[in-house]
């Protein structure tokens, strides 16, 4: 028995090194939220915002509402909506944005495949190439900014990336700590944000991953073109 002494201080260490462990990881992970939750307050919509093309992530109204509206001042030569509904037709869109029916008929692309953010990153990088685009304004909610800036950079790193945040109405950015509805969001954004950050870490191509691949069901042709 001398050295069962010995195995009960080892135990407490073990033991006090795993707590210490977990309250470390527990004051990281909320301290990365902080920081998460600035970032987002950081994304603005810039006035001045000019590239080769648009790229709009489905998920809200206003998320193309503004997409068109830049199209319309001329800040890019193509756009592609990107996670389109397979019965969303390009006859609906343009009943439902008459002001814009042009740019439907000359410069917009729909893609109906992506069906999350890593399927976007992978559509997006298609018609990039396909296009040569060497830069791109990336529209969507600021809440959703930092994951589409992670993914397509993931995707596509040689292309320059412009972002360009819709605030929705019902997501109180500025002051999330008193809205709950808005909290959820952040928190689920960013539980989502960290698995892809750990994800890309070890991912050479998203579209060679398994992860793509269980989670991206292709439903239709990757992108629907406009003659142009």
Not at 72 to 78: A, E, I, K, N
Not at 155 to 174: F, H
Request: some cysteine; aromatic content about 8%.
């Amino acid at each position: 028995m001398p050295h069962a002494p010995n195995r009960v201080c080892l135990a407490r260490l073990l033991g006090r090194g795993a707590a210490i462990l977990t309250v470390g990881l527990i004051v990281a992970l909320v301290a990365g939220f902080f920081i998460y939750a600035g970032r987002v307050k950081s994304y603005d919509a810039p006035s001045d915002a000019r590239a080769d093309a648009i790229v709009v992530l489905t998920g809200g109204a206003q998320r193309i509402d503004e997409a068109l509206q830049l199209m319309t001042l001329g800040r890019g030569r193509r756009m592609l909506i990107s996670g389109v509904n397979e019965q969303t037709t390009r006859e609906e869109l343009v009943r439902l944005n008459p002001a814009y029916a042009p740019l439907f008929a000359c410069c917009i692309d729909l893609d109906y495949m992506a069906r999350n953010t890593i399927g976007n990153a992978i559509r997006a990088r298609s018609w990039v190439r396909d296009n040569a685009f060497g830069s791109i304004i990336i529209v969507t909610s600021n809440y959703h900014m930092p994951r589409t800036l992670l993914e397509l950079g993931h995707a596509m790193p040689g292309v320059e990336k412009i972002p360009y945040a819709v605030s929705a109405g019902s997501i109180d950015t500025d002051q999330w700590w008193r809205n709950g509805a808005t909290l959820h969001v952040l928190m689920s954004e960013y539980v989502k944000y960290l698995a892809a950050f750990a994800r890309t870490r070890f991912e050479k191509d998203p579209e060679r991953a398994s992860t793509a691949r269980i989670l991206g069901k292709p439903v239709k042709a990757i992108v629907e073109p406009q003659a142009r």
